[in-house]
């Protein structure tokens, strides 16, 4: 990952920044998605725990060449009066590397024990009497809300933006632009 480029979101008094953020992603999913990319990862420069939010920068991570095909693919056709894109542009050479990775909660015992009970063929009482209501969590990481393209429902992708290391490591990113274990550039 030797080049980046970056989104910046214009403000607009009518759609806050973290409404545009997740039409933003949503695009990027699909373009890359389309692409079968996975040599691409994402990060967000002004990402805070506190307030809680993603920020209004979005980093694309990749080599030149693979970022220049994703933006001749016009994925961010209908955001140009929203967004500013540039052109990509070398990481910096005393850049630190992160991880950046989505973090799922289980947020929703009723959610899961209904999973449980189709699996599993299980009565209610027995899926609840197995998922107590006090496994549900609660996370404090931003987040962009999405819709499911396959059940058409709305989740949050949580995003845990890791602590700066010191040396690359390699590996793939999902179609959001996330990684387990992959790092990109930070700087």
Not at 40 to 47: A, K
Not at 119 to 139: F, M, N, V, W
Request: glycine share 6%; aromatic share 6%; hydrophobic share 35%.
């Amino acid at each position: 990952m030797d080049h980046y480029l970056e989104i910046q979101l214009r403000p607009d008094p009518e759609f806050g920044a973290p409404m545009l953020m997740n039409a933003l992603i949503s695009k990027l999913h699909r373009a890359l998605v389309e692409m079968e990319a996975t040599d691409i990862g994402i990060s967000f420069p002004d990402y805070s725990l506190s307030p809680r939010n993603l920020g209004g920068r979005l980093r694309l991570h990749g080599n030149e060449q693979r970022l220049n095909q994703l933006m001749e693919k016009r994925w961010l056709l209908g955001m140009s009066d929203h967004a500013i894109c540039n052109t990509p542009q070398p990481v910096p050479a005393e850049a630190k590397h992160r991880i950046v990775q989505r973090r799922q909660v289980k947020s929703n015992a009723e959610r899961l024990r209904r999973r449980r009970m189709k699996r599993k063929g299980e009565t209610y009482e027995q899926a609840a009497q197995a998922i107590p209501i006090s496994i549900e969590q609660k996370s404090n990481l931003p987040f962009a809300t999405l819709s499911s393209r396959s059940t058409g429902e709305l989740f949050k992708l949580f995003i845990d933006q890791g602590e700066p290391l010191t040396a690359e490591q390699p590996g793939a990113f999902s179609s959001y632009g996330l990684s387990k274990g992959a790092t990109i550039p930070w700087f």
